[in-house]
T-cell receptor, first 110, second 113 residues
């Protein structure tokens, strides 16, 4: 897990609620990423940020939002517009090529 | 346990034997590759990487082989141990932008006592 922390480890959401997943890194990496992991599939990119105060949509950004106010932090909000949010969410940070992952947050919609 | 890894191909090996995990990548322009190990309920852990100007790279008990002709990557684990049981997946990248990583679904390695 290195210097990347994610919280909480498990999160339960009722339908219609927004929830925010935390990601913090102390590796001094400029770039941070959010991925979604579903059974039997490769990681899919939700959002990424190459620098503070800037972020870009990934392949599956609909229903998600992010902010990057500090270099160390890249929180992900799963909104009620995300129709199938139950998944394992992974945050990563890295240099221009290599990525290092946090321990993940398991989100379940009740 | 973590539901990641359901419906994945599984490789079962005897403890002490060598393991070979394969990955077919998609983009002939990819020039950087990483192997990750993911234990149940945890985030992926970087194992070893290789650039396209190399065919082979060795680490501690692990070797990655790259065959660009057929777009194939393999991870060899020597003297497999119970702690090696996990899902292993490869990642490919091109043009040095982190957002361009493409991740494979992975293979579950099961080490038999």
């Amino acid at each position: 897990d290195g210097g990347i922390t994610q919280s909480p480890k498990y999160l339960f959401r009722k339908e219609g609620q927004n929830v925010t997943l935390s990601c913090e890194q102390n590796l001094n990496h400029d770039a941070m990423y959010w991925y979604r992991q579903d059974p039997g599939q490769g990681l899919r990119l939700i959002y990424y940020s190459q620098i503070v105060n800037d972020f870009q949509k990934g392949d599956i950004a609909e229903g998600y939002s992010v902010s990057r106010e500090k270099k160390e932090s890249f929180p992900l909000t799963v909104t009620s517009a995300q129709k199938n949010p139950t998944a394992f969410y992974l945050c990563a940070s890295g240099t221009s090529d290599t990525q290092y992952f946090g321990p993940g947050t398991r989100l379940t919609v009740l | 346990g973590e539901s990641v890894g359901l419906h994945l191909p599984t490789l079962s090996v005897q403890e002490g034997d060598n393991s070979i995990i394969n990955c077919a990548y998609s983009n002939s322009a990819s020039d950087y590759f990483i192997w990750y190990k993911q234990e149940s309920g945890k985030g992926p852990q970087f194992i070893i990487d290789i650039r396209s100007n190399m065919d082979k790279r060795q680490g501690q008990r692990v070797t990655v082989l790259l065959n660009k002709t057929v777009k194939h990557l393999s991870l060899q684990i020597a003297a497999t141990q119970p702690g090696d049981s996990a899902v292993y997946f490869c990642a490919e990248n091109w043009d040095n932008y982190g957002q361009n990583f493409v991740f494979g679904p992975g293979t579950r390695l099961s080490v038999l006592p």
